[in-house]
């Protein structure tokens, strides 16, 4: 990252400046003490007001040792620090004490050629890393059910995964994102019994998704007051496990409309996997793994049922198999989770699921843990600790959420093809003669729809809001996509080659240093997004880069005029647009990894 190198730097000046002004303290503790360099890097932090500096280190918890007051110490080393900093070739940092810290401020210049030259020169390669070279990372996410429409209970998961597939890919990981279709189970056993009563033919014609899902609410419905229908279902499906030539070539048909339509909504929101398989993919490997788990000791039997005892009080035993013999979710869930770890051995497995399912994860990853504790598996042949449950909160529309079984549900497609017409309507309101008219409203309108999904932290509820999601004002998609189409005009107006050859003193405003040094912040959202599984991170950057910039256009001069950012002077022009362009660069690449599109005008 950017700031390494400077960090690297105030590191070792601040240890050395400790070892000079303490020496017999240092001599004491010897390699167990705070003042060596590697020490101090990790405690760097960054400071919570930017006007403190751009680096901090702390150092109350060393006050026991140093048995001296906060501000001494940090006076005296401070004072040293500057004096080793202006013996070196290149003093680049200031140190100065602020109470139990000691703060740097980095010269601008410097700054502004370390960011400016590599975003200009990466383009958009810029941000990207090597942490995860060598490493393989599952994301499973989206997972629709066969014979239900995309609704936006899906919405999230769909949202949330294909970004993190991205920003791993950024990272240098291999990664894999997987479509895991709900194609199996009971569900089907009524899908089964509902065609056969109430469906035909055509039933398969038009909309055929929603015909079906107008037989599954029907279902429910009726079996309300008949009770002999849940049975019946039961049934059905014990006769598509067991391979039934006519429940199966119906359950075919229902998977083969399914897929239609789930490849033309991802096309329109620009998903994309890597593997796609159904639960149905691992109905030959269950028996293996509960013959595992027997073989291991942990299975028993209840009420002619098959299942594993979790030992928590938290969490009821796993159920592997019901009195009929019939497989459970989680049984062909602990199938999927053993064969990805044999077939990838993978670094992390992700599962990008609403937080309703956070005790069957609980359940399924203390089955396998149970499991590997009893065949006492070495620590590198271990999924345990690798796979992660990324749950997320719920999507609601005026506080409600949706329910597939009362026909209580938004399709996801109705919700797209709104934002893209609201959208119009806002384009004629703004620019009636743009071309590409089309194009744009569907980037705006579907980078709308994904921007409300991860404008919020993951774990929180969306609460769905049309005036706010389409607003090119305030924390929204089209507001980000509208700041990248004004960076874009700047270049078309500036109409010459940019280079980082520019002198990076004339960039010398506090408008300026904010945007440099929210561009040298690039790498480290990136990375915090990974580290918490939260594409919001990057959505907040963004935010606060659009936000910089826009201060930076909107600058003043002491006059009182706007300072132009393209202007008679060629020099200043020309270290503006520089700056421009890595903004530009940065805010397209961003909003790829949030899987945005990011129109050149608007």
């Not at 009929?324 to 670094?347: C, Q, S, V």
């Not at 119009?424 to 743009?434: M, Y």
């Not at 874009?488 to 280079?499: A, D, Q």
Request: proline fraction near 4%.
């Amino acid at each position: 990252m950017i700031l390494d190198k400077f960090k690297e730097q105030f590191a070792i000046t601040v240890a050395t400046a400790f070892q000079q002004c303490y020496p017999e303290i240092y001599r004491t503790v010897g390699d167990n003490g705070p003042f060596h360099s590697p020490d101090v890097l990790k405690g760097i932090e960054r400071p919570k007001d930017p006007k403190m500096g751009s680096l901090a280190f702390p150092i109350f918890k060393f006050l026991p040792i140093l048995k001296s007051k906060p501000n001494e110490v940090t006076a005296s080393v401070a004072a040293r620090a500057n004096i080793i900093l202006s013996a070196s070739a290149s003093p680049e940092l200031a140190v100065t004490p602020a109470s139990g810290y000691l703060n740097a401020s980095i010269e601008l210049t410097a700054v502004a050629r370390e960011t400016i030259g590599q975003a200009v020169t990466m383009q958009d390669k810029f941000g990207q890393s090597t942490v995860g070279n060598g490493k393989l990372n599952l994301v499973e996410y989206s997972s629709p059910n066969i014979a239900k429409p995309f609704g936006v209970g899906h919405l999230r998961t769909t949202i949330i995964g294909n970004s993190l597939r991205r920003i791993y890919k950024k990272l240098g990981y291999e990664v894999i994102g997987i479509n895991y279709p709900g194609d199996w189970g009971t569900q089907f056993g009524k899908m089964i019994v509902a065609f056969r009563r109430w469906g035909s033919e055509s039933t398969f014609q038009g909309e055929a998704v929603k015909n079906l899902l107008d037989l599954y609410v029907k279902f429910h419905a009726e079996a309300e007051t008949d009770k002999s229908l849940d049975d019946e279902a039961r049934v059905a499906f014990k006769k598509l496990e067991d391979g039934d030539p006519e429940a199966t070539k119906l359950w075919e048909r229902m998977k083969e409309v399914s897929f239609e339509e789930w490849s033309r909504v991802y096309g329109i929101l620009g998903v994309e996997f890597d593997l796609v398989y159904g639960e149905s993919f691992l109905n030959d490997k269950m028996e293996a793994v509960i013959e595992r788990l027997q073989k291991d000791g942990l299975t028993s039997t209840s009420r002619g049922a098959l299942v594993v005892d979790l030992n928590d009080p938290q969490l009821p035993p796993a159920l592997l198999k019901k009195q009929d013999g019939a497989t459970l979710y989680i049984t062909r869930d602990l199938a999927g989770l053993i064969w990805r770890w044999e077939k990838y051995h993978f670094n992390e497995s992700l599962y990008v699921v609403g937080v309703s399912q956070s005790d069957h994860f609980k359940q399924a990853l203390k089955v396998i843990d149970m499991m590997e504790q009893a065949e006492n598996l070495p620590a590198e042949s271990r999924m345990t600790g690798r796979v992660k449950h990324v749950d997320f909160g719920w999507v609601k529309f005026g506080e409600k959420t949706m329910s597939t079984r009362q026909g209580n549900i938004i399709f996801l497609e109705d919700v797209i093809n709104q934002a893209i017409d609201l959208a119009k309507q806002k384009i004629r309101e703004k620019n009636p003669n743009l071309a590409n008219f089309d194009d744009v409203a569907q980037m705006i309108g579907v980078g709308a729809v994904i921007f409300s999904q991860l404008s919020v932290r993951r774990q929180k509820d969306v609460n769905f809001d049309w005036d706010e999601v389409l607003s090119f004002e305030g924390e929204t998609g089209p507001y980000l996509q509208y700041t990248h189409a004004r960076l874009c005009s700047l270049e078309r107006m500036y109409g010459k080659p940019i280079t980082a050859q520019i002198d990076h003193s004339l960039l010398n405003h506090d408008e300026e240093r904010l945007v440099i040094e929210t561009i040298a912040e690039f790498e480290e959202a990136i990375q915090e997004a990974a580290r918490l599984y939260d594409p919001n991170c990057i959505s907040t950057y963004l935010l606060r880069l659009a936000s910089a910039f826009n201060k930076f256009y909107q600058r003043k001069d002491d006059s009182g005029r706007i300072d132009k950012i393209i202007s008679d002077d060629p020099d200043r022009s020309a270290a503006r647009m520089a700056l421009v362009q890595s903004v530009r660069i940065v805010m397209n690449e961003g909003l790829n990894l949030l899987g945005l599109r990011a129109p050149y005008e608007m």
